[in-house]
């Protein structure tokens, strides 16, 4: 069976492939491989040697009744209604031989997998990941600019118009 990997914001897009020594720097916003999410990916944990990630943005943040996407399947119900953006999704990857290993949660199944990252270029991480030891599937992620970036970035603004000069007052009568 395939997994589903890719999904609306689950998987993360950690990655790490180098030399046999340690993993490259999974560091950055990720694309997951369907495109409806992008994952950022930061080092996190003692000497910042592991790796941690979350929801950063949703092709679609929101429901048919215009609420952020929350993360409805979680098997526990006071966790229902987290928003997806901003979601936790890796905690604590640790680097193994050239890649990063830990568990991911997805978001579309509230469950926990298995999952290694590596990445195969400067612009593309594969993301592997196991249920249960037997339910496998990987995908290739893509490298994006930096959401806080994206955001940062603000159409000039018009300028304003000018206010209208007063009308000319016409003389009183006397």
Do not use: H
């Not at 490259?24 to 694309?31: A, E, M």
């Amino acid at each position: 069976m395939r997994l589903a990997l890719g999904t609306t914001a689950l998987l993360l897009a950690g990655l790490g492939t180098a030399s046999a020594e340690a993993p490259k720097d999974p560091s950055g916003t990720w694309l997951t491989g369907d495109g409806r999410a992008k994952i950022r990916i930061d080092r996190c944990g003692p000497g910042q040697s592991l790796v941690c990630g979350k929801v950063v943005w949703l092709k679609v943040p929101t429901t048919e009744a215009g609420s952020p996407r929350t993360d409805l399947k979680n098997p526990d119900p006071k966790k229902r209604a987290r928003p997806v953006i901003g979601l936790q999704l890796i905690e604590g990857l640790k680097p193994d031989e050239e890649k990063f290993s830990g568990e991911l949660y997805n978001i579309e199944e509230g469950k926990t997998y298995q999952v290694s990252l590596e990445r195969e270029s400067a612009q593309e991480l594969s993301v592997s990941g196991c249920l249960l030891k037997i339910l496998c599937g990987s995908q290739t992620w893509t490298r994006v600019p930096d959401v806080n970036q994206q955001a940062a970035v603000v159409p000039p603004e018009a300028p304003a118009p000018k206010p209208a000069k007063p009308a000319a007052k016409a003389p009183k009568p006397e």
